[in-house]
């Protein structure tokens, strides 16, 4: 999986070890993903992500990861119409649905049709509970909706170690 490293030289020393990386191997398709990430989250160049993203893909066509990671980019450019797109190609790469209904449900709530958003949570919250994606966009349903019980709930079911008498455990 991408590797964070901040610790390591700061967010700049981050790129500067993942171009090193690339150099010794590559054929690395995460250390491009780490450097597509780096410029969507930390720098904002969302041009260089997509580059970035667009390697990952040519270098594992078959990894359901990457063309999600790319959806997403497009999501925060304000295309969903292409994010849907690289959605479904992650989608049907996947064995699982696990992170196409994640990323469904942040394109859903990016249209305003928070019902299909919750739908597509649902199903990966039934899938994985402590993937902590789905866990927050129905608890925030629940709580806008005044439901309390019902966000406790979930977190009965995702987190039980934060809910008991005991100190929970972190």
């Known amino acids: 999986g991408g590797v964070c490293l ?36 930390s720098s904002g160049q969302l041009d ?4 970035s993203f667009a390697n990952a893909i040519s270098l594992d066509p078959g990894n359901p990861d990457f063309p999600a990671f790319l959806g997403s980019l497009f999501l925060d450019l304000g295309d969903p119409g292409k994010a849907e797109y690289w959605f ?3 989608r049907k790469l ?22 299909a958003a919750v739908e597509h949570a ?13 866990l927050m966009l129905l608890r925030n349903h629940e ?15 995702a987190r039980p170690e934060l809910l008991g008498n005991a100190d929970p455990k972190v």
């Open 6 to 41: 901040v610790c390591w030289g700061g967010l700049g020393g981050a790129v500067a070890w993942f171009s090193e990386a690339a150099a010794v191997n590559p054929g690395l398709a995460w250390v491009n993903v780490s450097v597509g990430n780096h410029y969507q989250w």
């Open 48 to 51: 260089k992500s997509a580059v």
């Open 88 to 90: 479904e190609r992650a």
């Open 94 to 115: 996947s064995s699982g649905r696990l992170n196409f209904n994640i990323q469904m449900s942040f394109l859903h709530l990016r249209r305003g049709d928070e019902s």
């Open 122 to 134: 649902r199903k990966a919250f039934a899938e994985s509970p402590n993937h902590p994606a789905p």
């Open 143 to 157: 709580l806008s909706s005044g439901r309390y019980a019902e966000a406790r709930a979930l977190y009965e079911k």
